[in-house]
């Protein structure tokens, strides 16, 4: 703030400085605390037995798949939990390079030049 205002306008402004952070920052956490909240009771209703998800006869199948899925990755090291997304990034790559549609997004983004002016 600039001196040549009166004392009171710069009391005033520094007043609703103020107001507006402590409201903003009020405003804020009643909102995560609320999401939290609500987040907390639909969690806990999913998992009730009495749950709409487990009389769906799909649900059931891709549930048990994803949690064979993760019983596996749980079961894994924290190497091969490296290895594989890894692995799995690499082979996207090389299979990219073989399909002609994609050439000139794979020269552009996946090669370097030194000598380019770039």
């Not at 956490?29 to 799909?58: H, M």
Request: hydrophobic share 45%; net charge positive; with cysteine.
């Amino acid at each position: 703030m600039t001196s040549s205002w009166p004392l009171f306008i710069q009391l005033l402004l520094c007043a609703f400085d103020l107001i507006h952070q402590v409201g903003s920052g009020s405003f804020a956490c009643a909102t995560i605390w609320q999401y939290e909240n609500v987040r907390a009771k639909a969690l806990s209703s999913i998992r009730k037995p009495g749950f709409i998800g487990d009389k769906l006869p799909g649900v059931r199948k891709q549930v048990s798949w994803r949690n064979d899925v993760n019983m596996w990755w749980n079961s894994l090291t924290e190497g091969q939990r490296l290895f594989f997304p890894i692995c799995f990034a690499n082979c996207l790559v090389f299979l990219a390079w073989r399909v002609p549609q994609l050439q000139g997004m794979m020269l552009r983004y996946f090669c370097s030049n030194p000598a380019s002016s770039e």
